[in-house]
């Protein structure tokens, strides 16, 4: 496709389960960002890479988020033992180095 | 912290009028500034960015002014159309990291 892509569109889950989050970039974007929205706020960052690197991981909230990008193309989010707060919408970005960040749509994950 | 701050939750313009929507910023090192819009249900969308060696970006109805010395910078559209009323996300990045604001809400009323 020609947009950046994220499965699924909602996930709802229950406290305490593992849910992964999946992100097709577009094609040729070395560049790929994790963020979280909650009602009302902005994206907060949560995770970029570089390739299949991760150059920056700052803004992961604690050890439960982890994400990888095996090839350097599609990347997983991973939240273990999820909690009621992780609720949000996900979104994934992906650029050319320095560029514009072009987002998918997100998944809306509910924690119960 | 909130290093990007969008003060005004929410703006009303009349169609055909200017809106202006604000945006403040913390961090000396931000050297690159966006502006995102977002409908429901969708991913923001990019809009128009300055460098922070320009003071001003144009591009048809939409106009960037950035103020390094006030850390502040404005998005101007005008003449505004009902199709702008979406939510307006600030965004300033140094190196690769970028930090958004909170957003503000724009209504534009027929």
């Known amino acids: 496709g020609a947009g950046v892509s994220q499965t699924p569109s909602n996930k709802v889950t229950e406290k305490g389960k593992y849910v992964e989050l999946r992100c097709d970039p577009i094609?040729?974007?070395?560049?790929l960002y994790w963020y979280r929205q909650s009602l009302g706020q902005g994206p907060e960052f949560l995770i970029y890479?570089?390739?299949?690197?991760?150059?920056?991981d700052s803004g992961l909230p604690n050890d439960r988020f982890f994400a990888v990008r095996p090839e350097g193309s599609v990347s997983t989010l991973k939240i273990q033992r999820t909690e009621r707060g992780d609720s949000a919408v996900y979104l994934c970005?992906?650029?050319?180095?320095?560029?514009?960040?072009?987002f998918g749509p997100g998944t809306r994950l509910t924690v119960l | 912290d909130q290093q990007v701050k969008q003060n005004s939750p929410s703006l009303s313009v009349q169609e055909g009028r200017i809106s202006i929507l604000n945006c403040d910023y913390t961090n000396s090192m931000f050297d690159y500034f966006l502006w995102y819009k977002k409908y429901p249900a969708e991913g923001p969308t990019f809009l128009i960015s300055i460098s922070s060696i320009k003071d001003k970006n144009e591009d048809g109805r939409f106009t960037v002014f950035l103020n390094k010395s006030a850390k502040h910078l404005s998005l101007h559209i005008v003449p505004s159309q009902p199709g702008d009323s979406a939510v307006y996300f600030c965004a300033a990045s140094a190196k690769d990291d970028m930090r958004f604001g909170a957003g503000t809400r724009l209504t534009v009323k027929p």
């Open positions: 890479f570089q390739g299949t690197g991760a150059a920056d």
């Open positions: 094609s040729g974007h070395t560049a």
């Open positions: 970005a992906s650029s050319f180095p320095r560029g514009e960040q072009f």
